[in-house]
């Protein structure tokens, strides 16, 4: 879903860059979701091969194993959460700028 919304961002914030406002904090912030989205998955990418090689028979000497998955899995739900902060904050950002929103203005008709 933080794909999709990063792809609505970056349209939003070309429209208000072509309607002629500022749009650098939320180009920056953009940025800055690209990059936690991006880590969030080869975190995620990185937990999964660490943990397909595991059985319960390894246990407990996996342990260190399953503990650096756990970790790298809380990196990736910090980086989503620090990426729909960000998204947030475009969304405000936005709002009060000169473009309008062509689905709102569609179906008002």
Request: proline share 3%.
């Amino acid at each position: 879903n933080m794909g999709q919304i990063y792809t609505k961002l970056q349209t939003r914030i070309n429209q208000a860059q072509t309607a002629g406002d500022d749009v650098t904090n939320s180009n920056l912030l953009l940025a800055d979701i690209n990059v936690r989205i991006t880590d969030a998955n080869s975190q995620i990418t990185a937990a999964q091969t660490e943990l397909t090689s595991l059985t319960a028979q390894g246990y407990p000497g996996n342990k260190p194993t399953l503990e650096d998955a756990r970790a790298k899995i809380k990196t990736a739900v910090a980086d989503l959460k620090t990426a729909y902060k960000d998204s947030l904050q475009i969304r405000n950002d936005l709002r009060g700028l000169k473009i309008k929103n062509p689905e709102a203005s569609s179906s008002a008709h």
